[in-house]
């Protein structure tokens, strides 16, 4: 991709330019997204360093994103994706809080070198009519007094006009910032009955079956239920070594369940709408007729909401041995009939995932299930982020139409999500199925 300076180059000086980039990264459009914050910090820094003309893909993601001297930007896309994502933060920061902001930082279409536009201030308007005006020869000039009293006289006037307005008129009622965040989403497809008044959630967190052999922790990623423990080799040659018997244990969870936890949570906090928190294996049927349900867990775990019997045009395949895939049962033209995981074996901390977002109607009458996973805590952890972001939701909004269509009370969101070094580098729209 070609690089030329940006279109503006009032750059401020460097102090005020970074004061202006920490000012956009401590913002909440900004706090839970690690890869723009790191790609801002460095396109602004090699910027100001006079580096401009080294800002190209390759190097960029050799420094921001750790690709090695392999790296090709004609097959791996990553730059061009992470930037895409950093322009509409920026257009989404700009549109908000930042509609004061000194300076304006943009990353213009075609470029990596970050601009900077002096916002344009508005003329300071003249003095009022009968206050005092700069000495003007021949003119005598009135008392201070009298300026004084015209002013008292004017806020006089000013205050009755007021009192009088708010006697014959009825006050404009505006919504606070939670509310409007909870009537913004409420008619979403996608979370359309978990914002209903007086409407409850709860979030069930999945967990990872571990076997334990005489104090030792073990998880086989086969392993996902006490059915499987069986045919375990791993767990076979443990309990032949130590001569003990094995015991399955869900008492911990990935880091990308504790993410997607904590993201959902400030996305119901600012519903004004708690979002207690369910142990997966806690969890029971009476749940389903107290409220709404949110099942965060990995394709593999074993949770309730597996157990619902509910259409699903995806199915996820895993044997033991054998690589994990996820079968479209009703492609559409254009899609895959099977999507691969190509994450590294053992550890997963690199590759692509694939992430499963579905909500259907519960057992219970107006009632609500959504289950969010990848086959990795990773890509878990990427599609929370994914229907907790606005910018997101919004563009899914566009993508899949504002409402069902008729007879469709589901829905099913494929996305897939590049994985780099433990984390989630990327997360891109795939398909959605309505679901009847």
């Known amino acids: 991709m070609p690089v030329s300076a940006p279109a503006d180059h009032s750059v401020p000086e460097p102090q005020s330019a970074r004061t202006q980039t920490e000012r956009i990264l401590l913002n909440g459009i900004f706090r839970d997204s690690p890869i723009q914050q790191r790609l801002l910090r460095y396109l602004v820094d090699q910027t100001l360093a006079g580096a401009a ?16 001297d392999d790296f090709d930007p004609r097959t791996d896309s990553i730059v061009r994706v992470q930037a895409g994502v950093l322009r ?11 509609t004061q902001d000194e300076w304006i930082v943009d990353l213009p279409r075609g470029h990596y070198v970050p601009s900077f536009t002096p916002r344009k201030t508005e003329p300071v308007p003249s003095a009022p009519a009968g206050f005092p005006m700069p000495d003007t020869p021949g003119v005598p000039r009135r008392p201070i007094w009298a300026y004084v009293a015209a002013a008292a006289a004017a806020g006089a006037l000013a205050g009755a ?37 007086g409407s409850t959630v709860k979030l069930v967190i999945g967990a990872p079956m571990l076997v334990n052999v005489d104090g030792l922790l073990l998880r086989d990623v086969d392993v996902n239920s006490p059915e499987d423990i069986a045919g375990s080799a791993a767990v076979r040659r443990l309990e032949q070594e130590t001569h003990a018997k094995s015991n399955p244990v869900e008492v911990y969870t990935g880091m990308g369940e504790a993410e997607g936890a904590s993201l959902l949570t400030r996305f119901f906090t600012r519903a004004a709408i708690d979002l207690p928190l369910i142990r997966n294996n806690l969890t029971r049927w009476q749940d389903l007729s107290a409220g709404n349900l949110i099942f965060l867990a990995s394709l593999r775990f074993r949770t309730l909401g597996r157990e619902l019997d509910r259409p699903s045009d995806f199915q996820f395949v895993t044997a033991p041995g054998q690589p994990s895939l996820l079968k479209n049962l009703r492609p559409r033209p254009g899609e895959e009939s099977v999507y691969h995981f190509s994450t590294t074996k053992l550890t997963r901390a690199s590759g692509t995932d694939y992430a499963l977002v579905t909500v259907w109607p519960s057992t219970f009458p107006g009632r609500r299930v959504m289950f969010i996973g990848g086959s ?38 494929l996305l897939k999500v590049g994985i780099k070094d433990n984390q989630a580098a990327s997360t891109t729209f795939v398909t959605s199925h309505w679901l009847p």
């Open 161 to 197: 006009l007021a009192v009088f307005a708010a006697v014959r008129m009825e006050p404009l009622a505006r919504p606070s910032p939670v509310a409007a965040h909870a009537l913004e989403w409420a008619s979403h497809p996608l979370w359309k009955g978990f914002f209903e008044p």
């Open 53 to 68: 003309s080294g800002l190209k893909e390759y190097s960029i993601g050799s420094a921001v994103f750790g690709r090695r």
């Open 376 to 413: 990795s805590t990773w890509g878990t952890a990427a599609a929370a982020a994914y229907i907790t972001d606005s910018l997101s939701l919004r563009e899914l909004w566009d993508r899949i139409g504002q409402a069902a269509p008729a007879g469709k009370t589901g829905l099913q969101i």
């Open 88 to 98: 509409k933060k920026l257009a989404a920061y700009y549109a908000g809080p930042g």
